[in-house]
């Protein structure tokens, strides 16, 4: 099964938790807070692997997590980095943000992105001992990885696009050029999945050749395979355009190619403006009396393309086509790589004033992204700790803005299902 386009979560690794400890030795009295550090948590990376061709590996499971920190320990030993998630992709796969579509990053080029970044490890109360605050005793939390939604889009790297509509001898073109063996049957739609095949020329002549499964009228707009498939020649830098001459299932060549050269366009301004050689296939079968030749050659040429004769089946002119196709990619630019779009927004540090607070009778709710973190770092057992807490509430402003909702004494408040009764 090929598979060219999936969505994807990524989760970062938590980080590690900080570790509340106090030294302990022989003949050693009070030797104060040792807690470690919380390791780091592990990241989600992306890395090309060039055996794979398709993203069927990703049909089947779409949230990927990388390992979380360990938590510190006492002697101010640090906690175990978590560890990094591989996620190998086909080269030429381009990883856009769910969100906004833009393009994150081309994996064309074999380097390693990280996608989703671990989180950071939390502290140990090692880190909170002051001169007035001699046995702290909370430590900091490991923080959140990164999660994101993306969409992996395959894109082909081929330097060359077999184009056409069905059946009218792309696939028998690659197998007779190429080592590649497409399936070749004679009813439309035989190939579902594009073929790559790389063409040897001659010593130190080569290319690869894509063959696009047949694009259709309406194909652009989500008719047939086409529209499925079209992306695959984004990045071609030429377009072989396949067109059956013989008219041997009762078709006009013309039409034919007016209407592919259309599709092109209404998919892509950029792709139809590529440039094209036209191969007209089946010369073999061509009748006598036909003029399909002559009436094709007058269209491709008022197109501003050259015109090759060909026939894949006895192998008459292919040869001839590939040099052709090897002397034109010569003086054409690489292969593209697309230019990052996405501009990650860096949040800012959480503000301290940035709560929420709902009045239900004689309870008071109290939330927000920092308050929720600071409890997380609090022993609620220890009195000093719990000094510190009502410290940073103050400092933050939440019993100035409680007072001036009108909070009475003996009032509820609950902080992340911490409750305590207001007293001023």
């Avoid at 398709?54 to 980095?81: C, E, I, P, S, V």
């Avoid at 002397?327 to 004033?353: F, G, N």
């Avoid at 009108?406 to 299902?417: E, L, S």
Wanted: one cysteine or more; aromatic letters at 8%.
């Amino acid at each position: 099964m090929f598979v060219d386009k999936v969505r994807i979560t990524v989760i970062g690794g938590r980080g590690g938790d900080g570790a509340v400890a106090f030294h302990r030795e022989k003949y050693v009295a009070s030797g104060g807070p040792d807690g470690g550090d919380g390791g780091h948590g592990g990241s989600v990376i992306l890395r090309v692997n060039d055996n794979l061709s398709t993203l069927l590996d990703f049909r089947y499971k779409r949230k990927y997590q990388a390992g979380a920190g360990a938590g510190g320990m006492g002697r101010k030993m640090a906690g175990k980095r978590g560890e990094p998630l591989i996620i190998e992709v086909p080269r030429g796969t381009v990883v856009r943000d769910a969100g906004s579509n833009q393009i994150i990053v081309d994996m064309s080029t074999g380097e390693d992105f990280v996608i989703a970044k671990g989180g950071r490890g939390g502290w140990g109360n090692a880190h909170y001992a002051t001169p007035t605050r001699q046995v702290p005793r909370f430590a900091k939390a490991g923080l959140k990885g990164q999660e994101r939604d993306v969409i992996l889009e395959l894109k082909l790297l081929a330097d060359v696009g077999l184009v056409g509509f069905p059946n009218v001898g792309k696939s028998t073109l690659l197998s007779v050029t190429s080592n590649a063996r497409p399936k070749i049957a004679n009813y439309h739609f035989t190939t579902l999945f594009p073929n790559l095949g790389v063409i040897y020329v001659e010593e130190g002549v080569s290319f690869v050749m894509a063959d696009i499964p047949g694009i259709i009228e309406g194909a652009a707009e989500g008719a047939g395979l086409g529209h499925d498939f079209l992306r695959h020649i984004d990045r071609c830098r030429l377009l072989v355009h396949v067109v059956d001459v013989s008219g041997s299932e009762g078709r006009d060549p013309v039409e034919d190619f007016e209407a592919i050269c259309a599709e092109l366009k209404n998919y892509s301004v950029d792709l139809s403006s590529r440039p094209m050689i036209v191969a007209a296939n089946k010369t073999d079968l061509l009748m006598p009396e036909s003029d399909n030749l002559e009436r094709l050659r007058k269209a491709v040429e008022a197109a501003g393309c050259e015109l090759y004769e060909i026939s894949a089946g006895t192998t008459q002119g292919t040869a001839h086509l590939m040099r052709v196709v090897a002397e034109k990619l010569r003086t054409l630019p690489p292969v593209t790589i697309y230019e990052p779009e996405y501009v990650e927004v860096i949040e800012a540090p959480t503000d301290p004033s940035a709560f929420e607070v709902e009045h239900y009778g004689s309870t008071w709710l109290v939330t927000g992204e920092w308050l929720s973190r600071l409890v997380q770092n609090i022993n609620f057992e220890d009195y000093e700790s719990r000094n510190y807490f009502d410290q940073q509430l103050r400092k933050c402003g939440l019993f100035q803005r409680l007072e001036e909702m009108g909070i009475q004494d003996g009032d509820t408040v609950d902080i992340y299902d911490f409750e305590f009764e207001y007293q001023r």
